[in-house]
């Protein structure tokens, strides 16, 4: 990975299954001051287009990369507003 951004705060969800991955992001990034970036941690593969979706159509964040490896998922997600 490109390191292009610092991430602020990680947030572990290894183990949840859709839709708590999204449920919890949304939670941890509205705690967030504008301009952090969340780590999610994730098992669940579904978790990959759930957040790019959830990112794509929610105002004020942005999907800034993801990751795949050993059966676990990364997303850095970036508030923007």
Not at 20 to 35: N, Q, R
Request: charged share 30%; aromatic share 4%; hydrophobic share 35%.
């Amino acid at each position: 990975m490109s390191a292009e951004f610092d991430i602020t705060e990680t947030l572990d969800v290894k183990g949840a299954s859709c839709p708590m991955p999204v449920v919890k992001t949304k939670s941890a990034i509205d705690d967030l001051a504008e301009g952090a970036v969340l780590e999610v941690v994730a098992t669940d593969p579904g978790s990959v287009s759930d957040i790019d979706g959830w990112a794509a159509g929610t105002k004020g964040v942005e999907l800034v990369d993801q990751e795949e490896g050993d059966d676990v998922y990364r997303h850095y997600v970036r508030k923007t507003e």
